[in-house]
C-alpha cells in the first residue's frame, strides 16, 4: 500500500507554526536589542547626572563682603609707593582687622584664627594685586567681595551637614554662627565663580581654575592641527593617487592602521625620549605636548583622508584628465576640492580625540602643578585632562567639586567639536 504524506491541512499547520515560533525569536531579538540600548542610555544618563549634580555648584563660589581700609602703616610706611615694598606687605593683617571690626567681641587668639579661616588664605594675595595695579588705594577704605574659604563655601552650598557633632567636622559652631551672622546682614553671597576661568591651579580649592588648563590644551591643539593636518592630507594623498603598487606601499598602509590603534602612551613614552630627551625641548611645554599629539593623531587623519579620497567618483578624474588637466591639476583642483569636507572631519575628530588624551602628556611631564596662566608654547603649561587627574586625587571636598565642572567643560568642548564635524559633513557633503 502507497505511502501517504501529510495533507494539505497539516502542512498548513506547521507552516503556522514555525511562522509564529520565527516572529516570536525576531521579536525577542528586537527586545534584546532595544533593551540593551536603553541599559546603555541609563548609564550615560547616570554619569552625566553624577558629574553635573557634583559639578554645577563650582560655577558659584561663596564671597564674604568686607569694609577693606588699605592700612598705609602695614602696606606703604614709608610712602614710597614702590612696588618692591608692596608687594612685601602683610595684606592677610589688612584682611584681618577688616574681619576684627565686624566681631569686636572676639578677642581669644584662637578665637581669632578661627575668624580668619572664614576667608580663603588667597584674599591677601587679591588686595596685593588690587594695590599694585593702583597704588591709590593706600591710605583708602573699599568695600570688596572675597573668596570664603572652601569650607565655608560647602557649608554654604549644603555639602557640611551642621547637623553632626562638631568634632566630625572641620567648620566648628562659632564659624558656623559667625557664618549666620554674616548672612543675616546680606555680607555673604554665592556669586558667578569667573576666576574658575581665568586662573591656574592653586593649593587652596576656592582659588583654584582650569583658567591655566584651558589655554595650555588650547596651545597644544593649535600645534597639534598644523602639523597632523598638512601632513595627514599629503601622506594620503601621496598614497592615493600617485604612490606604486607595491609591497612597501602595503607594508606603509598597515602600518598606518596598526598606529591607529597603538595605546596613547607608547606615543608619550616615544616623546620624551625624542623631543625630551634627545632635542632638549623643556619638559611640561605644550609645544612639546602638541608634537606627541601630533604623532597620535597622524593615523587618524591619513585614515580619514584617505576614505574622503576614495570617496570622490573615478567620472571626475576622468573629466578632469580628458579635458586636458595633468594628474597633478586633476588632484589638487578637483579631488582634494570635493574630499576637504570629510579631511576637516577627520581632523577635528582627531582633534577631539587628542584634547580628551592625558596619558602621553603625563609622560613628558605635563603632571607638574603650574600656578601661572602660559603665556606662549614653550612656557610651563597643564592640559584639561591632566588637571582633572590631579584634583581628581585631592582629599578635599571643594576639590571633588572642582573635578566635575572641569569633567562638564572638557564635556561640553567635545561635544562641540563632535557637533562641528557632524555639521560639517551634512553641510559640505555631497551625493553622487
Do not use: C
Amino acid at each position: 500500500m502507497a505511502a501517504t504524506g501529510p495533507s494539505s491541512t497539516e502542512t498548513l499547520e506547521r507552516v503556522r507554526a514555525g511562522l509564529a515560533a520565527r516572529y516570536r525569536r525576531e521579536r525577542r531579538f528586537r527586545l534584546f536589542g532595544a533593551a540593551s540600548a536603553i541599559l546603555g542610555l541609563l548609564f550615560v544618563l547616570m554619569l552625566f547626572v553624577s558629574i553635573f549634580s557634583n559639578g554645577y555648584s563650582a560655577f558659584w563660589q561663596t564671597q564674604v563682603k568686607l569694609d577693606i581700609y588699605f592700612d598705609p602703616e602695614v602696606i606703604d610706611p614709608g610712602a614710597t609707593g614702590e612696588p618692591q615694598v608692596i608687594g612685601k606687605a602683610n595684606f592677610d593683617k589688612v584682611v584681618r582687622g577688616a574681619l576684627y571690626d565686624l566681631f569686636p567681641d572676639v578677642s581669644g587668639r584662637q578665637e581669632r584664627r578661627d575668624l580668619k579661616r572664614l576667608v580663603s588664605a588667597g584674599a591677601g594675595f587679591e588686595l596685593r594685586e588690587q594695590v599694585l595695579a593702583d597704588p591709590a588705594l593706600v591710605g583708602q577704605t573699599r568695600t570688596l567681595w572675597l573668596p570664603a574659604d572652601d569650607e565655608v563655601d560647602m557649608l554654604v552650598k549644603g555639602y557640611i551637614d551642621r547637623d553632626l557633632p562638631e568634632a566630625s567636622r572641620r567648620l566648628k559652631d562659632r564659624q558656623i554662627a559667625w557664618i549666620d551672622a554674616l548672612a543675616e546682614k546680606g555680607l555673604v553671597e554665592r556669586q558667578f565663580n569667573a576666576a574658575f576661568f581665568t586662573t591656574g591651579d592653586s593649593r587652596e580649592p576656592e582659588l583654584a581654575g582650569i583658567g591655566g588648563a584651558i589655554k595650555g590644551s588650547f596651545f597644544m591643539l593649535v600645534v597639534t592641527l598644523i602639523l597632523s593636518f598638512p601632513l595627514g592630507v599629503a601622506a594620503a594623498v601621496y598614497l592615493e593617487e600617485f604612490a606604486p603598487k607595491n609591497r612597501w606601499v602595503d607594508l606603509i598602509e598597515v602600518n598606518i592602521n596598526n598606529l591607529a590603534a597603538v595605546p596613547s602612551i607608547v606615543f608619550g613614552l616615544l616623546g620624551l625620549a625624542v623631543f625630551i630627551n634627545f632635542f632638549g625641548l623643556p619638559r611640561s611645554a605644550p609645544v612639546v605636548g602638541g608634537l606627541v599629539l601630533t604623532l597620535m593623531t597622524l593615523p587618524t587623519v591619513i585614515i580619514a583622508s584617505r576614505a574622503a579620497i576614495k570617496s570622490v567618483p573615478p567620472s571626475v578624474r576622468e573629466a578632469a584628465l580628458g579635458v586636458g588637466a595633468s594628474a597633478m591639476q586633476t588632484v589638487f583642483h578637483h579631488v582634494i576640492p570635493l574630499a576637504m569636507p570629510g579631511m576637516l572631519t577627520g581632523a577635528i575628530i582627531g582633534m577631539a580625540r587628542a584634547l580628551g588624551e592625558s596619558a602621553p602628556l603625563l609622560m613628558i611631564g605635563m603632571i607638574a602643578f603650574i600656578v601661572e596662566v602660559p603665556e606662549t608654547p614653550l612656557d610651563p603649561a597643564t592640559a584639561l585632562p591632566v588637571q582633572i587627574y590631579l584634583w581628581a586625587d585631592s582629599p578635599e571636598r571643594a576639590f571633588v567639586e572642582r573635578t566635575s565642572a572641569a569633567i562638564i567643560v572638557l564635556l561640553a568642548f567635545l561635544l562641540v567639536m563632535n557637533g562641528l564635524a557632524i555639521w560639517m559633513r551634512k553641510k559640505f557633503e555631497r551625493r553622487w
